[in-house]
């Protein structure tokens, strides 16, 4: 194994490449812009296209565009322009488009964005949150399968930390096994048969070959979703015979409750942790499992509290559960603040164990 | 907080045009291309020249278990006193200081640190690169800590200048070289004779293998 | 020069009522659209385009949210339903990865000139060897009705009961006028299928836009004015010379742009 020094940026729009990514577009918007100038730089090369949108609105619906005709297609921006891109979001899972979004989010855990949504109508959308810069890499690849499988949009939560930090990294293909071919892919070729295709969210279909139309197909559509939910949740969890504290995390986060909970467990405090790899599907079972012996749960997250809902409805009825994150901005607006730290981290847990229930 | 042993954090601090960020990226390469673990974190606000410039580089000799934020740090980088005190206070005790002498006195508030001022403006002027004192400084604080060679820290120079800027390669070779002549060789080591073996030995406390779905 | 057709025997192609000849392209006739509607008139000239280019057979076309939408589940051509104004951004997706394909859109006037004003602009400046075609009857139809930024003064909508009146409702867009002026725009045209004589220059409009695309010019525009009698509040057979005393007046007919 070769270790590069590489941003994380760089890393993943390596991985995209590596896994077959042949059109990118977005709209430079910070901590997202150094991967749209790496695909900019690296794509043209790999004979892809990436074109820097004029609104984040274009960039993805250029991207939907491309995806439509079977190539493999992403965008991306910071929260707030994944914000601005919502609706095309759910016109993507409709009209079952693979696109990969790649969220590099601000100084905010945007859980909710990912896994709530924005658009209308019943989706959801796969959704990777990597700890470190290795699994972004691992993880980019991943979602442009899972969108190929399941004909969905998915997406990739990563940050300010994971877009700039520069690390030595090995990026490596990952094969993934066989995919069906794209039938229902537009090129034309069946326009003057009698049997052209049609991409649609309310699946009318052609006289010739009519659809389900939009109740049936968005009842399909939401059976889809459930067997997603039930197949392809990914979790990490480390709570070893004896553990009363378990700490939930994901992402970025997740690296520092790593480091904290080795020190702590050195130190004879019965605490382990569980990370959410996938926050949609959300790995509740395996939560409430590998919670089922300890007493309390603290969810570490970097907003106002998103995921503890969840952490709730998985797991409430057995143990206490505290939030010992928050919202925590550093002063340039762009990354994380003083609450992404490992000794204020260690702090809060050691206090929450404290103050008991 | 514990140390990891085999890890070392270096935080640098300047103002924006002093070549914080180019040393750093220099020093991670250095360590990733010479077979080590490495990590580069940057802070920086939003003006090219004359703004707050941080960044932190943690070198290890097994994957790092390492924070893109590091609570505590073996040594700090400094080539002027403005922003001093954003890193001060996550220095160990003992940490190495390496600093530009000519533009501050060793900065203080660190118990029984092990300050070492180079004046590496006043030599990169002698030298008739000013722009080059960064690299000054580096060369000094590789040849003083052994935490990369110089050989490495020259080679990794060359890869990252961009190719409009390759008038500078020599004058920098030059800075980094007389940097590392200025001061007494390993007079504070990074690696202790059992990392610097070679044997790739993981740091004790092995950490608790983590149950992963695939 | 004037054809000279032989009257020595009986003509080889057997007559045929035109409402009957239908262009292959379609899959039905069966449209729901109203009663002196421009919409089918103007897609049908798109459709005999396609074949005598025949260019069917890598034609996609990418369409919009109207009354016009029925065209594409009519028509036999691979299609993409998209948001909103989204059309050309779709359509440069599609068009960049598929660089041989006949790449069309299709969006009415609410759909282009209200809601995706930037992605027709931009489109254009960028030169994307697309065709975008707007059938521009300068009114929301499929809403029941209701102002658009191409809506003439003096129109009366159900959001500009009194007419539409600068004071209170601004001056509409000209849309072709704001293309021509980009460089990336190869072609921009508008024209109208309000009488016979309209309905020919503007398939020639069509077809031209078409040839240009598929020699790599750049961006092509063709503006159609379309009848909607009743999101007019006019009688149907009116419907052709409201739209000369409107329309027209307001917009004019003609090549607004070619390559030479």
């Not at chain 1, 603290?298 to 994150?325: C, F, K, P, T, W």
């Not at chain 3, 660089?99 to 992605?119: I, K």
């Not at chain 3, 409702?169 to 980009?182: E, F, I, K, N, T």
């Not at chain 3, 052709?240 to 090549?255: F, H, K, N, R, V």
């Amino acid at each position: 194994m070769t270790l590069r020094l590489m941003q994380g940026s760089e890393a993943v729009a390596d991985a995209a490449i590596l896994a077959g990514c042949r059109f990118f577009a977005g709209y430079p918007m910070l901590p997202f812009t150094e991967l749209l100038e790496q695909m900019s730089r690296k794509l043209p090369t790999a004979g892809g296209v990436c074109i820097n949108a004029e609104t984040e609105i274009e960039a993805v619906n250029m991207a939907l565009g491309a995806a439509a005709t079977g190539a493999r297609s992403a965008t991306g921006s910071c929260g707030q322009g994944i914000a601005l891109m919502q609706e095309a979001v759910a016109e993507c899972a409709l009209n079952e488009l693979p696109v990969v979004f790649f969220n590099m989010a601000r100084g905010q855990q945007d859980y909710f964005q990912c896994t709530r949504g924005g658009g209308w109508g019943d989706y959801r959308t796969i959704t990777l949150a990597p700890k470190d810069i290795p699994e972004a890499v691992e993880h980019t690849q991943l979602l442009f399968h899972l969108a190929d499988q399941y004909r969905t949009p998915v997406i990739l939560l990563g940050d300010y930390v994971i877009a700039h930090t520069h690390v030595g990294v090995d990026v490596q293909r990952r094969e993934y096994g066989p995919l069906p071919a794209k039938e229902w892919a537009l090129d034309g070729s069946m326009s003057g048969t009698g049997q052209a295709r049609e991409i649609w969210t309310w699946a009318r279909g052609k006289p010739n070959t009519p659809g389900p139309g939009p109740n049936v197909h968005w009842q399909d559509l939401a059976e889809k979703y459930r067997a997603i939910d039930a197949a392809e949740a990914r979790w990490e969890a480390d709570v070893p015979e004896g553990t009363e504290v378990v700490v939930v995390s994901f992402g970025t986060t997740a690296a520092f409750v790593d480091y904290v909970v080795e020190d702590l467990r050195a130190e004879g405090v019965p605490i382990g942790s569980f990370r959410p790899v996938t926050l949609w599907p959300f790995p509740g079972e395996a939560l409430a499992e590998a919670t089922a012996g300890c007493r309390r749960i603290l969810v570490y997250e970097l907003n106002a509290g998103q995921m503890v809902d969840d952490v709730r409805i998985h797991a409430a009825d057995r143990r206490a559960i505290r939030s010992i994150g928050g919202v925590s901005q550093d002063s340039s607006g762009m990354r994380q603040g003083d609450l992404l730290d490992a000794d204020v981290l260690r702090t809060r847990i050691m206090q929450a164990i404290e103050e008991g229930d | 907080m514990s140390v990891r042993r085999g890890e070392r954090e270096v935080l640098f601090t300047g103002v924006g045009g002093q070549g914080i960020q180019i040393c750093s990226r220099t020093l991670a390469t250095a360590a990733t291309d010479e077979g080590r673990y490495a990590m580069l974190s940057a802070r920086y606000a939003g003006g090219m020249r004359g703004g707050m410039t941080n960044a932190e580089v943690t070198v290890g000799i097994a994957p790092l278990r390492a924070l893109p934020v590091a609570s505590s740090a073996w040594s700090a980088f400094a080539m002027s006193a403005e922003h001093w005190e954003t890193i001060r206070p996550r220095l160990r005790p003992s940490a190495v200081i390496v600093f530009n002498s000519s533009l501050m006195e060793a900065p203080g508030g660190v118990d029984d640190a092990q300050p070492f001022g180079v004046p590496a403006s006043d030599m990169a002027a002698e030298l008739g690169n000013p722009m080059t004192a960064s690299f000054v400084l580096l060369g000094g604080f590789a040849a003083l800590t052994g935490i990369v060679t110089i050989a490495g820290l020259v080679a990794a120079m060359r890869r990252l200048i961009p190719a409009y800027r390759t008038e500078h390669l020599a004058a920098n070779e030059m800075a980094i070289v007389a940097g590392a002549d200025a001061v007494p060789e390993l007079a504070a080591p990074a690696w202790s004779a059992a990392e610097t073996a070679g044997s790739g030995a993981e740091p004790a406390g092995s950490p608790v293998e983590p149950v992963r779905q695939a | 020069m004037p054809t000279i057709v032989p009257t020595s025997a009986p003509p080889v192609v057997p007559s045929q009522q035109v409402a009957e000849a239908a262009p292959s392209l379609m899959q039905s006739q069966e449209h729901e659209l109203c009663p002196g509607c421009g919409h089918p008139v103007a897609w049908r000239l798109v459709l005999e385009c396609m074949e005598e280019l025949d260019i069917a057979a890598r034609s996609i076309i990418i369409v919009g949210h109207g009354c016009y939408t029925q065209m594409m589940r009519l028509s036999d051509l691979d299609s993409l339903q998209c948001l909103h104004g989204r059309a050309p951004a779709v359509g440069t997706g599609v068009k960049r990865m598929l660089p041989d394909a006949a790449v069309f859109t299709l969006q009415g006037d609410g759909d282009m000139v209200s809601e995706g004003l930037a992605e027709v602009l931009h489109a254009a400046a960028r030169g994307e060897r697309i065709t975008s075609l707007l059938f521009n009857n300068g009114v929301f139809g499929d809403t029941g009705g209701h102002m658009t930024a191409s809506t003439v003064l003096g129109q009366r909508t159900k959001t500009s009961l009194e007419g539409r009146e600068p004071g209170a409702h601004g001056y509409p867009v000209d849309v072709s006028r704001l293309l021509a002026q980009l460089d990336g725009a190869a072609y921009v045209a508008r024209g109208a299928v309000n009488t016979p004589g309209m309905i020919a220059r503007t398939k020639r409009m069509i077809h031209r836009a078409m040839e240009l695309q598929l020699a790599g010019a750049g961006f092509t525009f063709v503006e159609v004015l379309t009848m909607c009698p009743t999101g007019w509040f006019v009688p149907t057979p009116g419907g052709p010379q409201y739209l000369e005393d409107s329309m027209m007046a307001t917009y004019g007919i003609g090549e607004l742009k070619t390559p030479d």
